[in-house]
């Protein structure tokens, strides 16, 4: 079976792992930089980016973070996983950094508080199935992508996954409403 990391700093952890599991993959909690060593991919999950970000940083684990999928360890950042893999934040908070890994911009609180929580079905332009069942929590949007940055999914017009080669950045909780056609399109990038 594929070895998926989640990143388990802060957030929700235990529903990604869950969710993997039940695709038939094994689910290793990351909490510092050896448990990298021999994943065959990697969720970073929702949460609170910049307490994230600083945990990151904390524990060790910024550096060999941008080293592993640098070096095309599959990735899947949810919410707060995406606004850590984005090039830039348009509005970070104080002293937030994120890993760059993902040639996009995005907005932690562009959707405003009406419409930044709601579950919709959202239709999905991946391998990994036509249609994605979301769950939007405080969730980011796409404000800019880079050359080379294939958008998945749109909500109310705007971007709420992407993918960039083996980077996939998706703004919604797919772990929530138990839908796995977004966990299944990373298991289909691993080799
Ligand atoms: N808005 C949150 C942040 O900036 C993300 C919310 C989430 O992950 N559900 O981290």
Not at 53 to 82: K, N, Q, S, Y
Not at 107 to 114: E, K, V, Y
């Amino acid at each position: 079976a594929p070895v998926i990391g989640v990143l388990a700093l802060q957030g929700g952890v235990a529903e990604h792992a869950r969710l993997l599991e039940s695709l038939g993959a094994e689910a290793r909690l990351v909490r510092r930089p050896g448990d990298l060593t021999g994943l065959d991919g990697l969720v970073l999950p929702g949460g609170e980016s910049s307490t994230i970000d600083r945990l990151t940083r904390l524990f060790g684990l910024r550096e060999p973070l941008i080293e592993a999928v640098a070096g095309g360890l599959p990735v899947l950042g949810t919410c707060a996983g995406l606004i850590l893999l984005a090039a830039e934040i348009d509005d970070p908070a104080p002293g937030q950094q994120s890993l760059g890994l993902l040639d996009v911009a995005v907005s932690r609180n562009a959707f405003g508080s009406q419409a930044a929580s709601a579950e919709v079905t959202l239709p999905w332009d991946g391998v990994g199935g036509e249609s994605v069942r979301a769950a939007f929590i405080r969730a980011p949007i796409v404000t800019r992508t880079g050359p080379g940055v294939e958008v998945l999914a749109r909500h109310e017009g705007r971007v709420v996954a992407v993918r960039s080669g083996t980077v996939l950045g998706i703004s919604f909780h797919p772990e929530l409403t138990g839908d796995a056609t977004v966990h299944g399109e990373l298991l289909g990038m691993v080799r």
